[in-house]
């Protein structure tokens, strides 16, 4: 018995200095440290740049610890600011990375090019940084908030749904049902469709329908503006648990939200609330 507790003693220390060093390893290796601040712009090299289409590319931006996040939420934006004449002039941007990504985070960017901030995107080359602050919005997901999002997006306007698909769909324990319906000038201009095609054939919950103002001579999507037949068509009717996500341009907003209205959506509010059952990015 006396033996017994002169050798219990020290494999017990042992066992707790083991134990207490492997928490501490992965809590230091799974430790989530946001970056940003919401008024502070810090900056951020380009690590990597990716053409999407003629004027759209994925850039992806290096955080200063590998292991930590950039904590944006879900459908939030960051704004980013360059200098034009001495003068700043920031933008809104959605990150499209999964908000758990570690040492980086990803911008999907259409260049205009008369356009100020996102012409800028185009001209950076591989370690050039940009000045980012946030995070702003307010979109809250949550897997057990909604039982279907009904999503209308142009053009860019895919970035803040693409978030919430990858959100939605990169945990299996989400059974929110995804209906997109994507508009677009020309099939070339049509964002990630690999992705969105692979996306709907494999996972039940999502399906994207795309709609096209200038289509090509063949083509079995839908044709001229996103109309409220259209919405009744490929989007949830409303009721209970049921959402709807807006995001484009002004006048595509204008439009969508008096269709959402008609059909008994709700109106939008502003500024947003993340209850709204019409919500615009
Ligand atoms: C909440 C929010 C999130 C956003 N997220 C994204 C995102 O993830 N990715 C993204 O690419 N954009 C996003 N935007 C749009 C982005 O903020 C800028 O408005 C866009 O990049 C243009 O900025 P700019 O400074 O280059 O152009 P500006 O200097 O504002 O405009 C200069 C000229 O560029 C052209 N131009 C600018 N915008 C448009 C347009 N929409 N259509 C046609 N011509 C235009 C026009 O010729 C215009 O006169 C988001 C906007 C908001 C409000």
Same mark, same amino acid.
């Given at each position: $018995? ?5 050798? @219990?003693?020290?494999?017990?220390? @042992?066992? #707790? ?23 502070? +712009?810090?900056? %951020?090299?380009?690590?990597?740049? #990716? ?28 704004? !980013? $600011? ?15 990375? &999964? ?21 800028? +995107? ?38 803040? $749904? ?19 319906? +994507?508009?677009?000038?020309? &099939? ?12 709907? &054939?494999?996972?039940?919950? %999502?399906? !994207? ?7 090509? @001579?063949?083509?079995?999507?839908? !044709?001229?503006? !996103? ?25 595509? $907003? ?28």
């Amino acid at each position: $018995m006396c033996n017994l507790t002169f050798f @219990a003693w020290p494999v017990c220390l @042992a066992g #707790t200095f083991l134990v207490a060093a492997a928490a501490y390893v992965i809590l230091c290796r799974w430790r989530v440290t946001p970056t940003l601040d919401p008024v502070v +712009f810090h900056h %951020f090299p380009l690590i990597r740049k #990716t053409v999407v289409t003629y004027d759209t590319a994925m850039y992806r931006f290096g955080l200063s610890d590998p292991d930590s996040v950039l904590g944006v939420p879900v459908g939030h934006h960051v704004k !980013v $600011m360059a200098y034009f004449d001495g003068k700043p002039i920031s933008r809104s941007y959605t990150p499209v990375s &999964a908000v758990d990504d570690r040492g980086h985070f990803d911008l999907l960017v259409k260049s205009y090019p008369s356009g100020h901030v996102s012409k800028m +995107f185009d001209e950076l080359t591989l370690g050039d940084k940009i000045n980012v602050c946030g995070p702003k919005g307010r979109y809250e997901h949550r897997p057990d908030l909604h039982t279907h999002l009904g999503m209308i997006a142009g053009g860019t306007g895919l970035a803040p $749904m693409l978030a919430v698909i990858r959100c939605v769909l990169g945990n299996r324990a989400d059974k929110t049902r995804l209906h997109l319906i +994507f508009a677009n000038t020309r &099939a070339e201009d049509i964002l990630l469709r690999r992705e969105l095609d692979e996306l709907s &054939a494999t996972r039940p919950n %999502f399906t !994207v329908y795309y709609v096209l103002s200038h289509p090509p @001579a063949q083509w079995d999507g839908g !044709v001229g503006h !996103v109309d409220e037949w259209t919405i009744r068509k490929h989007l949830p009717a409303p009721g209970r648990g049921v959402k709807i996500l807006l995001s484009g341009s002004k006048p595509m $907003m204008a439009a969508m939200t008096q269709y959402c209205e008609a059909i008994g959506h709700g109106r939008p509010q502003r500024p947003p609330r993340s209850e709204d059952r019409v919500f615009v990015f």
